[in-house]
């Protein structure tokens, strides 16, 4: 298993700043996961973080919004840059051993842009 | 290719009376299923999870899931609906081969005093 803790816990933003998320895990994985949750639905996977590597973004996504460092094996943020209101979601960081094991985790970032 | 379809996006029932959550998958290959919870303003926890053992999978508060190869199905039931079970359930797919997940769209089930 893995314990995540991911901060802040929420934030309301004005438009047209950024905001940085950070995640933490409490041992070393290969991969970590960022989602998005808009409001009501449900979860869409934004980019996978490899330590030593760019990420990797999913269609829709870019590196210029949605930026992504992962310097160690336990740690990873993701910054949402030049912020609108259509980016008022949770923001969810996650990390699982794929094979088909199961996915761990944090209490997520509740984003409010106004 | 892989997909999940929950077949109902909200679920009403009375407290008390069972619970059943629709969930359809397809994959080209022997799949991994998970049903997730997500309560209000709270993060994801683990239901329970399907890896190729028990086709009856038991999983906390009471939740339990069958794997129907045959129907493609991985339904989530529990006998007896509590106040608290009133949350988001997520049905998942995974690949064996990656690190894929596929999300299903999520089911609100509600529960009547």
């Known amino acids: 298993s893995a314990v995540i803790s991911q901060k802040p816990s929420r934030d309301i933003c004005q438009r047209g700043t950024s905001l940085t998320i950070q995640c933490q895990v409490d041992?070393?994985?290969?991969?970590m996961f960022w989602y998005r949750q808009q409001p009501g639905q449900s979860l869409t996977l934004i980019a996978t973080?490899?330590?030593?590597?760019?990420?990797?973004?999913e269609s829709g996504f870019v590196i210029d919004k949605f930026p992504i460092s992962r310097p160690n094996l336990t740690f990873s943020t993701l910054t949402v840059s030049n912020m609108s209101p259509e980016d008022s979601s949770i923001y969810l960081c996650?990390?699982?051993?794929?094979?088909?094991?199961?996915?761990?985790f944090g209490q997520g970032t509740r984003l409010t842009v106004v | 290719a892989q997909s999940v379809t929950q077949l109902d996006s909200h679920v009403s029932v009375s407290e008390g009376t069972p619970v059943l959550l629709r969930c359809n998958y397809s994959?080209?290959?022997?799949?991994?299923l998970f049903w997730y919870v997500q309560h209000p303003n709270k993060g994801l926890q683990l239901l329970l999870k399907?890896?190729?053992?028990a086709t009856l999978v038991k999983g906390i508060n009471g939740f339990e899931a069958e794997f129907k190869k045959s129907e493609t199905s991985f339904h989530l039931t529990k006998p007896s609906a509590h106040m608290s079970d009133a949350a988001e359930y997520f049905c998942?797919?995974?690949?064996?081969?990656?690190?894929?997940?596929?999300w299903g769209a999520g089911t609100k089930l509600i529960i009547k005093p």
């Open positions: 041992s070393q994985v290969t991969m």
């Open positions: 998942v797919v995974s690949a064996r081969s990656n690190y894929q997940l596929i």
């Open positions: 399907y890896t190729s053992a």
């Open positions: 994959s080209s290959y022997s799949p991994s």
């Open positions: 973080a490899n330590q030593g590597s760019e990420a990797t973004y």
């Open positions: 996650s990390v699982h051993g794929g094979g088909g094991t199961e996915a761990f």
